[in-house]
């Protein structure tokens, strides 16, 4: 698993780099670090694939990237300004990691269930990792791809949701409750796996046993399904002025704030 | 057309990389793609957005997929789809869309294309090909096949009399010479005009073209001659005026500073009357028909630069 540090250090560079760009959406890529980190850190091999769905959280992908030496400082401090590849959101094209331009929502899971798909008519080992948010499962697009996951029996693709239970404009709950998700989810025909999006081991763990399918060995759960693993999380996760609020899915950060968002990741480490 | 095309891709179907999605549809049509290909066929269902995000995926895999539809459900109800997942990529992902034009008649607007490759070539890197002949589907289908970039067939029904004899598929094409004005025609219009065409005297007889393949970029240099000898552009197309290839001629005239004294431009005007009949019912709406194109022959009626965009 990424250790606290390690953890923290990513937490770090979001920070400074959203600062530098002075640009929002800084709640919706602290919560979902520690998923995109389990899955670059310990679940994804060298034939898997992963697709950003909720491509609003570009800035955790490339601090991800940067973390696994996919790119660089120089490329980071290009975040958000003329020229750079780094967009708001991911690009078309120029960096190997990104296969697909995304930011309109709903797109990622059928894309994915593409590649799964597009893997086992070629006999090619895989596993295809999309992350989507809980809000972007009002599109129904979301649910057409995994309908037709779940018909094509495509055990190589694993949807991972990040829900943290807010959305643009309100709570996930109040503007188009889907919950029980799980629930639904399973209704589908899917593997689901509930876990605590922010507990490394639990992430570890559940998308481990996941990517195992496509790679020949199998999975527990229903042969042949793709698997959803809803992960629950806080949006802004491990800065508290962020936590649980809506607001950061657009403010940017202050200098003022930013030293007190640093601070407090150091004080974490302090007291652990 | 559509049991040429099924042909054409079972001819392909020794492509192990070959994929085909339908969403839903091919019923008395697609059963020999269907049995060709295997489990490399695939019934996407009644879900064409999630039918064009899969095949981005299956082209980023490593596969030359094709997806088909009846044309508007898949370049406007998918559109987002088509544009970010296909296009911004620039896949080589093959859209087949049934029923050009008013080609579903009286089944209603729903189910017309009107505006099809004009909404997909403001796309980047689109490929449009237009059969015009019911032999032009095989090296269209071939064509879309072997290029590395998107495309989008749009199928009608053949419509030149059988036994006909045409040049073979191109993107651009004289099918009928003489000594008259120019006809650019766009679709399997052209096999209807073909015979009254055919029927007049050489020195009256209009110069029939098809184009099959757009965007239009430069035009062709004895389109350009024969242009230049008539002075005379009749444009038909089953299609709205915006984004047409009326539109992107004329440009492309104006560029090349070789803009005729008469033009006239013919094309699908959506439902004026607000009645549904057969696609014949509907081009004659639109002053598509036989009897009003031929009409811009005659000399009391080409009057300089005639705007048929009522």
Same mark, same amino acid.
């Given at each position: 698993?990424?250790?606290?540090?390690?953890?923290?250090?990513?937490?770090?560079?979001?920070?400074?780099?959203?600062?530098?760009?002075?640009?929002?959406?800084?709640?919706?890529?602290?919560?979902?670090?520690?998923?995109?980190?389990?899955?670059?850190?310990?679940?994804?091999?060298?034939?898997?694939?992963?697709?950003?769905?909720?491509?609003?959280?570009?800035?955790?992908?490339?601090?991800?990237?940067?973390?696994?030496?996919?790119?660089?400082?120089?490329? @980071?401090?290009?975040?958000?300004?003329?020229?750079?590849?780094?967009?708001?959101?991911?690009?078309?094209?120029?960096?190997?990691?990104?296969?697909?331009?995304?930011?309109?929502?709903?797109?990622?899971?059928?894309?994915?269930?593409?590649?799964?798909?597009?893997?086992?008519?070629?006999?090619?080992?895989?596993?295809?990792?999309?992350?989507?948010?809980?809000?972007?499962?009002?599109?129904?697009?979301?649910?057409?791809?995994?309908?037709?996951?779940?018909?094509?029996?495509?055990?190589?693709?694993?949807?991972?949701?990040?829900?943290?239970?807010?959305?643009?404009?309100?709570?996930?709950?109040?503007?188009?409750?889907?919950?029980?998700?799980?629930?639904?989810?399973?209704?589908?025909?899917?593997?689901?796996?509930?876990?605590?999006?922010?507990?490394?081991?639990?992430?570890?763990?559940?998308?481990?046993?996941?990517?195992?399918?496509?790679?020949?060995?199998?999975?527990?759960?229903?042969?042949?399904?793709?698997?959803?693993?809803?992960?629950?999380?806080?949006?802004?996760?491990?800065?508290?002025?962020?936590?649980?609020?809506?607001?950061?899915?657009?403010?940017?950060?202050?200098?003022?704030?930013?030293?007190?968002?640093?601070?407090?990741?150091?004080?974490?480490?302090?007291?652990? | 057309?559509?049991?040429?095309?099924?042909?054409?891709?079972?001819?392909?179907?020794?492509?192990?990389?070959?994929?085909?999605?339908?969403?839903?549809?091919?019923?008395?049509?697609?059963?020999?793609?269907?049995?060709?290909?295997?489990?490399?066929?695939?019934?996407?269902?009644?879900?064409?957005?999630?039918?064009?995000?899969?095949?981005?995926?299956?082209?980023?895999?490593?596969?030359?997929?094709?997806?088909?539809?009846?044309?508007?459900?898949?370049?406007?109800?998918?559109?987002?789809?088509?544009?970010?997942?296909?296009?911004?990529?620039?896949?080589?992902?093959?859209?087949?869309?049934?029923?050009?034009?008013?080609?579903?008649?009286?089944? /209603?607007?729903?189910?017309?294309?009107?505006?099809?490759?004009?909404?997909?070539?403001?796309?980047?890197?689109?490929?449009?090909?237009?059969?015009?002949?019911?032999?032009?589907?095989?090296?269209?289908?071939?064509?879309?096949?072997?290029?590395?970039?998107?495309?989008?067939?749009?199928?009608?029904?053949?419509?030149?009399?059988?036994?006909?004899?045409?040049?073979?598929?191109?993107?651009?094409?004289?099918?009928?010479?003489?000594?008259?004005?120019?006809?650019?025609?766009?679709?399997?219009?052209? /096999?209807?005009?073909?015979?009254?065409?055919?029927?007049?005297?050489?020195?009256?007889?209009?110069?029939?073209?098809?184009?099959?393949?757009?965007?239009?970029?430069?035009?062709?240099?004895?389109?350009?001659?024969?242009?230049?000898?008539?002075?005379? @552009?009749?444009?038909?197309?089953?299609?709205?005026?915006?984004?047409?290839?009326?539109?992107?001629?004329?440009?492309?005239?104006?560029?090349?500073?070789?803009?005729?004294?008469?033009?006239?431009?013919?094309?699908?005007?959506?439902?004026?009357?607000?009645?549904?009949?057969?696609?014949?019912?509907?081009?004659?709406?639109?002053?598509?028909?036989?009897?009003?194109?031929?009409?811009?022959?005659?000399?009391?009626?080409?009057?300089?630069?005639?705007?048929?965009?009522?």
């Amino acid at each position: 698993m990424t250790g606290l540090g390690d953890m923290n250090a990513m937490r770090r560079r979001l920070l400074h780099m959203h600062r530098a760009a002075g640009v929002g959406h800084l709640g919706g890529n602290l919560g979902c670090l520690d998923i995109l980190a389990a899955l670059f850190g310990q679940a994804m091999c060298e034939s898997d694939q992963f697709v950003l769905s909720k491509g609003h959280a570009a800035g955790a992908l490339y601090v991800t990237l940067w973390a696994h030496g996919r790119l660089s400082d120089d490329d @980071l401090a290009t975040f958000h300004r003329d020229g750079t590849r780094l967009a708001g959101h991911p690009p078309a094209s120029g960096i190997p990691e990104i296969l697909f331009a995304t930011g309109s929502l709903g797109h990622g899971p059928g894309l994915a269930s593409g590649l799964a798909l597009g893997w086992r008519l070629q006999g090619v080992q895989g596993h295809a990792f999309c992350l989507t948010s809980d809000g972007e499962w009002n599109e129904g697009s979301c649910w057409e791809a995994l309908a037709f996951a779940v018909h094509h029996r495509l055990g190589n693709l694993t949807i991972v949701v990040d829900a943290n239970g807010l959305q643009g404009f309100g709570a996930t709950r109040e503007v188009m409750n889907l919950e029980p998700l799980a629930a639904k989810f399973r209704a589908f025909g899917a593997n689901v796996t509930e876990i605590d999006g922010h507990d490394p081991v639990a992430l570890e763990a559940a998308l481990t046993v996941a990517g195992r399918e496509g790679r020949g060995a199998e999975s527990p759960g229903v042969p042949g399904a793709p698997r959803v693993i809803v992960a629950r999380t806080i949006k802004g996760k491990g800065v508290s002025f962020m936590e649980g609020r809506m607001e950061w899915h657009y403010l940017p950060l202050t200098d003022d704030l930013l030293a007190q968002a640093l601070a407090e990741l150091d004080e974490t480490e302090r007291t652990r | 057309m559509r049991r040429r095309f099924s042909d054409a891709i079972v001819a392909l179907a020794g492509d192990p990389t070959l994929a085909f999605l339908t969403g839903d549809l091919g019923y008395m049509a697609l059963e020999p793609v269907r049995n060709a290909l295997g489990i490399r066929f695939l019934n996407a269902g009644v879900a064409e957005q999630n039918m064009i995000s899969v095949a981005a995926g299956l082209a980023r895999a490593g596969l030359r997929p094709w997806a088909y539809s009846i044309a508007p459900f898949l370049y406007a109800r998918p559109f987002e789809q088509v544009r970010n997942d296909v296009c911004l990529h620039r896949l080589p992902v093959r859209l087949v869309g049934n029923g050009g034009g008013y080609g579903y008649g009286v089944m /209603g607007a729903t189910h017309h294309a009107l505006e099809d490759y004009g909404a997909l070539l403001t796309l980047d890197a689109m490929t449009v090909l237009v059969p015009a002949f019911g032999a032009d589907v095989a090296p269209a289908v071939t064509r879309a096949h072997v290029l590395s970039g998107p495309s989008y067939l749009r199928l009608g029904l053949a419509e030149e009399p059988s036994g006909s004899e045409v040049p073979p598929f191109a993107p651009w094409r004289r099918v009928v010479a003489g000594d008259g004005p120019v006809v650019l025609a766009c679709g399997p219009i052209a /096999g209807t005009l073909l015979a009254p065409l055919q029927a007049f005297e050489k020195a009256r007889r209009p110069r029939l073209w098809v184009v099959s393949e757009l965007p239009v970029t430069t035009l062709p240099l004895d389109f350009l001659d024969d242009l230049r000898a008539a002075d005379h @552009l009749i444009v038909a197309e089953e299609h709205v005026a915006h984004g047409g290839v009326g539109q992107a001629v004329a440009l492309a005239l104006a560029k090349a500073g070789a803009t005729p004294s008469r033009v006239a431009h013919r094309h699908a005007v959506g439902y004026p009357s607000g009645r549904y009949g057969s696609q014949k019912w509907h081009r004659a709406e639109c002053g598509l028909d036989v009897t009003s194109l031929l009409a811009l022959f005659d000399e009391r009626e080409a009057m300089p630069s005639t705007d048929d965009s009522q």
